[in-house]
């Protein structure tokens, strides 16, 4: 990386770690920096801007948290652009196809599958009765080799008949409702809140028990308007981030 373009103000009141992330911030959502390419050491740039070690130290752990650079044991710091669903969090795409239009390698591992039956809170989203099975899934999802989330899903055995015979890791859930029930997903009412990792998600994503967690739910609506999917989603708070256009009418 050439960093005859990076300049710090040692004369501003703005702290010089922050100047720094703010410079490197800069170059790589503009592109001087692209992705994948490996950036100065810590040592590098204390010589070249006459900065501290420590200065270094916290403008690359600001940006690893953001998600723009990723430290590889051994190599050195690279440009990691965060994966950012911010531009479909308002669109009702299957993952699969989200991924497609990123252009990110996936896959999907089945953890855990049941028919369950009796849950209140089931019955008021999916419109069931308290005797009306669910048939619930819980699906772990890879992009580019890394955990990037933990999602169950609740699905109405009285509208998907069968549909534990399908195998749910290999092929897209919203798929099959389409390809062989003739139900599309047209919208959904989702919402999002922040929680802690728990045990589990801590294991799968290799975080600290307590970490900040994205928690997504969603409950999806077809071409009859009936409520046919509920489903819930865990994302890394460290790594994911969302981004929105905001329109004044």
Known sequence: MDLNGLYLDKTSPMPLYEQLRQALLEAITNGKIPEGA????????????????????????????EGYVERMRGRGMFVSHPDTRGRFIDTQLSFAKEMSILGKRHHTEMIHKEWISGDFMLTGLLNLGMSERCYHIKRMRYVNGKPFVLAENYIPESIFPGIEQYDLAKESLYGVFERVYHVKVMRAKRVIRAQTA???????????????????????????DRPVDFSKEYLDGLSQKFEFDVINK
């Open 38 to 65: 490996k950036l100065p050491t810590e040592e590098e740039l204390c010589e070249r801007l006459g900065i501290s070690r420590p200065v270094a130290r916290q403008a690359y752990s600001a940006l690893i948290t």
């Open 198 to 224: 728990d045990r589990e998600f801590a294991g799968f994503f290799g975080v600290h028990p307590g970490s900040p967690v994205l928690y997504i739910t969603n409950v999806a609506v077809d071409q009859n």
